[in-house]
């Protein structure tokens, strides 16, 4: 169901529908992350202007299309400078990630065994990544962080999920220690208009 229209919306879901269809995670991921940047690239497609516009004390985050035949769901995802997110995950779904503009800074960690009640984890790559270039994250390698470098300028980008993500898990460094705590996180989205 498409939340709102906008110019190049339907090049956009054919480009998703047909990735999908490949049916192998590493297949629909490798079609996407070369589609979207394509596409990013090409100019052809004219985000709604909404997605351009920042919250005050987080990352926004608006779902532009869900399909109900196969399950997949497009958010827009608004970056103010210096926003970010703690390590998350995607709750076991593939994503493909492509930045629309700005720049924004992944880093992708690996899982190590917990101590102590604790999760650990160990940064395992960086990028700064910007306007058309496109990432994925396939379960169990789904742990990041993304954060807007830039001091003065907003990011955008646009998440394609296996699901509707309705929330992840955060996991919060705990005190002076070297581990993290787990917490469950409801995912909010902002309104299209």
């Known amino acids: 169901m498409l939340t709102t229209e906008f110019p190049g919306c339907q090049k956009l879901i054919s480009a998703i529908d047909e990735a999908v269809a490949k049916g192998s995670t590493p297949a629909i991921t490798d079609s996407l992350r070369n589609s979207l940047c394509k596409l990013i690239r090409s100019k052809e497609i004219l985000l709604p202007e909404c997605v351009f516009e920042t919250a005050e004390d987080r990352y926004a985050r608006r779902e532009l299309y869900h399909s109900d035949d196969l399950g997949y769901c497009v958010v827009a995802m608004t970056w103010g400078p210096g926003q970010g997110t703690p390590i998350h995950d995607h709750c076991g779904m593939w994503c493909v990630e492509g930045v629309w503009s700005g720049s924004l800074e992944v880093v992708q960690y690996e899982r190590l065994a917990d101590e102590d009640g604790l999760c650990q984890f160990q940064p395992v790559g960086s990028i700064q ?44 460094p705990k005190g002076q220690e070297h581990g993290y705590e787990r917490h469950d996180r409801q995912l909010t989205l902002d309104p299209v208009n």
């Open 129 to 172: 990544a910007g306007p058309g270039s496109a990432g994925s994250l396939i379960p169990p390698h789904e742990y990041h962080t993304i954060r807007n470098p830039s001091d003065d300028t907003v990011a955008v980008s646009l998440h394609i999920y296996s699901g509707n993500m309705t929330h992840c898990a955060i996991f919060q």
